[in-house]
């Protein structure tokens, strides 16, 4: 097998990692479109399950991933993509990575751990 298993599910989760830090940015999806855009292109295409197509990281902020490696787990139905990340943040908040948020098992309170980088509302301006 070349790959992940998309017979299994149409989507496939996929988690992107900082190549060089090791640090989590984010958790999406992936359909066989998008895996082999992604492996032709060498930049990480996602499939939005929100807007039902595909979703070329960075077409509107210009943070966009550049693949460095590709991974498959052992069912081959996940996919573990290492990148390099462009423009700073991953996060569509205008965080380096989508999990900035940590919450405090014992007080059940949140902490943001991380810098917003851009503000949204700047980088995703609507024509309504």
Not at 100 to 123: K, N, W, Y
Request: hydrophobic share 35%.
């Amino acid at each position: 097998m070349n790959g992940p298993d998309f017979t299994k599910s149409d989507l496939l989760p996929v988690i992107a990692q900082d190549a060089d830090d090791g640090e989590v940015l984010m958790l999406a999806y992936m359909n066989q479109e998008a895996w082999q855009e992604t492996c032709a292109t060498g930049r990480v295409c996602y499939y939005s399950r929100s807007r039902d197509k595909l979703w070329r990281k960075g077409e509107e902020s210009g943070n966009f991933q550049e693949v460095r490696a590709i991974y498959y787990d052992c069912d081959a139905d996940t996919v573990l993509v290492k990148v390099t990340q462009h423009g700073g943040a991953a996060c569509h908040e205008g965080y380096r990575s989508c999990f900035f948020r940590q919450l405090d098992t014992a007080t059940g309170d949140v902490t943001v751990v991380g810098d917003r980088i851009f503000d949204p509302a700047e980088v995703y301006k609507t024509n309504d």
